[in-house]
């Protein structure tokens, strides 16, 4: 799927079962929300906490797409383009950081 059968895909399930987009307001808050539970994981199974049994069965990849759902949601109702966006941002990284990297010390072992 290409990111932009995404954003098509989830504004036609928004407008059909979800009804309607929550406010950005609230999809920021969800996004947040759901931005922690990645963490959670991420914490606790690859982290120094411990994973307690209550989230031995959580899915980091279920999680993810969460964090990607309502992503694509922000987009669609703030009209991005999430294509040209990330096309856009990976330039900027290639040019802004072409050498930083590699010439960063603390990422050498």
């Given at each position: 799927m290409t990111v932009q059968e995404l954003q098509q895909r989830?504004?036609?399930?928004?407008?059909?079962?979800g009804v309607r987009y929550f406010t950005p307001l609230t999809n920021m808050a969800i996004?947040?929300?759901e931005v922690g539970e990645v963490?959670?994981?991420m914490a606790r199974r690859y982290g120094e906490q411990s994973e307690?049994?209550?989230?031995?069965?959580r899915d980091l990849g279920?999680?993810?797409?969460d964090v990607i759902w309502v992503?694509?949601?922000l987009a669609n109702q703030t009209g991005i383009d999430l294509t040209d966006?990330?096309?856009?941002?990976?330039?900027?990284k290639t040019q802004r950081d072409a050498t930083r990297h590699r010439?960063?010390?603390?990422l050498t072992r």
């Amino acid at each position: 799927m290409t990111v932009q059968e995404l954003q098509q895909r989830v504004d036609e399930w928004v407008n059909t079962l979800g009804v309607r987009y929550f406010t950005p307001l609230t999809n920021m808050a969800i996004l947040t929300e759901e931005v922690g539970e990645v963490a959670r994981i991420m914490a606790r199974r690859y982290g120094e906490q411990s994973e307690k049994s209550s989230d031995a069965d959580r899915d980091l990849g279920d999680e993810l797409a969460d964090v990607i759902w309502v992503v694509t949601c922000l987009a669609n109702q703030t009209g991005i383009d999430l294509t040209d966006a990330i096309e856009r941002n990976i330039d900027k990284k290639t040019q802004r950081d072409a050498t930083r990297h590699r010439n960063n010390p603390k990422l050498t072992r």
